[in-house]
């Protein structure tokens, strides 16, 4: 009977395990860093779950990404990105009407001022992102690098995808926008969207922003985040097996500056509470019965030669 208790352990972490595989993932991405260093590290502070896109030419862009990575984030180039409107535009903007030495200048200068980048995700980007040819010159520069790259999803017509595929080069999507409406109500709700979302799903994509309204919420959400609902890195998002509604994987050979990590198992879609507790209770009733069976069993005649 002294391997019941290690056979106990053993089995309790498998169903432990088999609970965070069965739990909906969800991923948040806090972007626009390197601006409101103090809204940045309380964000940072709420969990190394959270992934960071920094702005590399925001004066702190270098400072907070290295915060980040030191407190087990994951940091990613919030890669600025012309818009369809007038908007103010931050320096080095990529625009669809650059050539492709220009878009390698300043993805080779983003890359410098953000380090321990993983990834990339666009800024704004509506005009630039819908535009095949632009796309197709960024990916190309991108290829180099063992990024995966974050659609934000600010037009429709996003040409993102298809320019990624080519250079195989792994893109997941914005599900939901937390705080478009910087008021405590509206950000709160939208994350249960996001909540509801993964649940359907079995994964979801929340893109914030560090306001103070932003901080609030997020700490008080993910004290309580469901027990159905596993917070993860974008990242993992996008080099694990999943639903092909937010993620694309492209199918050729990777490139021999982007290797490709190993896939993990696709994640099980429309989890609940009840699906998890009745995993716990076959896990159970399994070491119950197979400690029932180690009590009852007869012990064997002593031989005399042992005396």
């Given at each position: 009977?002294?391997?019941?208790?290690?056979?106990?352990?053993?089995?309790?972490?498998?169903?432990?395990?088999?609970?965070?595989?069965?739990?909906?993932?969800?991923?948040?991405?806090?972007?626009?860093?390197?601006?409101?260093?103090?809204?940045?590290?309380?964000?940072?502070?709420?969990?190394?779950?959270?992934?960071?896109?920094?702005?590399?030419?925001?004066?702190?862009?270098?400072?907070?990404?290295?915060?980040?990575?030191?407190?087990?984030?994951?940091?990613?180039?919030?890669?600025?990105?012309?818009?369809?409107?007038?908007?103010?535009?931050?320096?080095?903007?990529?625009?669809?009407?650059?050539?492709?030495?220009?878009?390698?200048?300043?993805?080779?200068?983003?890359?410098?001022?953000v380090p321990y980048a993983v990834g990339v995700n666009n800024h704004m980007g509506s005009l630039m992102t819908g535009d095949?040819?632009?796309?197709?010159?960024?990916?190309?520069?991108?290829?180099?690098?063992?990024?995966?790259?974050?659609?934000?999803?600010?037009?429709?017509?996003?040409?993102?995808?298809?320019?990624?595929?080519?250079?195989?080069?792994?893109?997941?999507?914005?599900?939901?926008?937390?705080?478009?409406?910087?008021?405590?109500?509206?950000?709160?709700?939208?994350?249960?969207?996001?909540v509801n979302l993964a649940r359907k799903n079995g994964m979801a994509i929340a893109i914030g922003h560090p306001h103070p309204?932003?901080?609030?919420?997020?700490?008080?959400?993910?004290?309580?985040?469901?027990?159905?609902?596993?917070?993860?890195?974008?990242?993992?998002?996008?080099?694990?097996?999943?639903?092909?509604?937010?993620?694309?994987?492209?199918?050729?050979?990777?490139?021999?500056?982007?290797?490709?990590?190993?896939?993990q198992q696709p994640v099980e879609s429309k989890v609940t509470l009840e699906i998890i507790f009745e995993k716990y209770r076959?896990?159970?009733?399994?070491?119950?019965?197979?400690?029932?069976?180690?009590?009852?069993?007869?012990?064997?005649?002593?031989?005399?030669?042992?005396?």
């Open positions: 009977m002294k391997f019941i208790p290690n056979l106990l352990i053993i089995l309790l972490l498998s169903l432990f395990g088999s609970a965070s595989a069965l739990a909906a993932k969800l991923a948040i991405v806090i972007d626009d860093f390197g601006y409101r260093q103090h809204n940045e590290e309380q964000i940072i502070a709420l969990s190394p779950n959270i992934t960071i896109a920094v702005l590399p030419h925001s004066p702190n862009a270098t400072k907070i990404a290295t915060l980040a990575h030191s407190r087990g984030n994951d940091v990613i180039i919030h890669l600025p990105m012309a818009p369809l409107g007038k908007q103010p535009l931050e320096v080095n903007t990529l625009f669809p009407s650059m050539d492709e030495q220009q878009i390698s200048k300043i993805i080779t200068g983003a890359v410098s001022r095949a040819i632009g796309m197709q010159r960024v990916m190309k520069i991108l290829a180099n690098y063992p990024f995966f790259f974050l659609d934000s999803k600010t037009i429709g017509r996003t040409q993102v995808k298809q320019a990624a595929k080519i250079y195989n080069i792994p893109v997941i999507t914005r599900d939901i926008f937390l705080d478009d409406q910087q008021i405590d109500s509206a950000i709160a709700r939208q994350f249960d969207l996001a309204q932003t901080v609030n919420v997020l700490k008080s959400k993910l004290a309580t985040l469901p027990a159905d609902i596993q917070l993860v890195k974008a990242r993992h998002l996008a080099f694990s097996a999943t639903q092909p509604s937010s993620i694309d994987h492209p199918s050729s050979a990777p490139l021999p500056n982007h290797p490709l990590p190993v896939h076959q896990r159970w009733q399994q070491v119950i019965a197979i400690y029932q069976g180690e009590v009852q069993k007869p012990e064997a005649p002593k031989s005399k030669a042992h005396k």
